[in-house]
């Protein structure tokens, strides 16, 4: 039993990466997807996959960025405390070369996209 998946997560992409490993592989949830949607968007990783195998559970090959070999990656909320941000309080991460996963009411965006809609929300990680 995993009590906070999206370490989970984020610790598999980080030790793939420093083992300079092409792909790893996680369990499937749609939070998940939608953290590695974020990620694959300012390229961060190549590509993910969600595959199913013969007993119908699903899973997520993730194909890390050759490029970003050196990645940090910082769980800012966990489940014994979570981390709230206002929209006003959102700054740039690196001077604009890292970004900040938030869990809004619209969903799961970087902090570049919810300053543009003017939304707060769970501050999920840091990635630079």
Known sequence: MNTDPIADLLT??????RAHHATTHV???KLK???LEAMKGKAFISDYKVETDKKNFKSILITLNEDKSDLTIKR???PGQRIYI???D???IKSGLGIT???TSKGVMTNIEAKKQNLG???LCEIY
């Open 12 to 17: 598999r992409i980080r030790n793939a990466s």
């Open 90 to 92: 959102l700054k740039p």
């Open 76 to 78: 800012v909320s966990s």
């Open 86 to 88: 206002k929209n006003e």
């Open 101 to 103: 996963i938030i869990s």
């Open 121 to 123: 929300g769970e501050l």
């Open 33 to 35: 997807e939608n953290v």
């Open 27 to 29: 369990p499937h949830s």
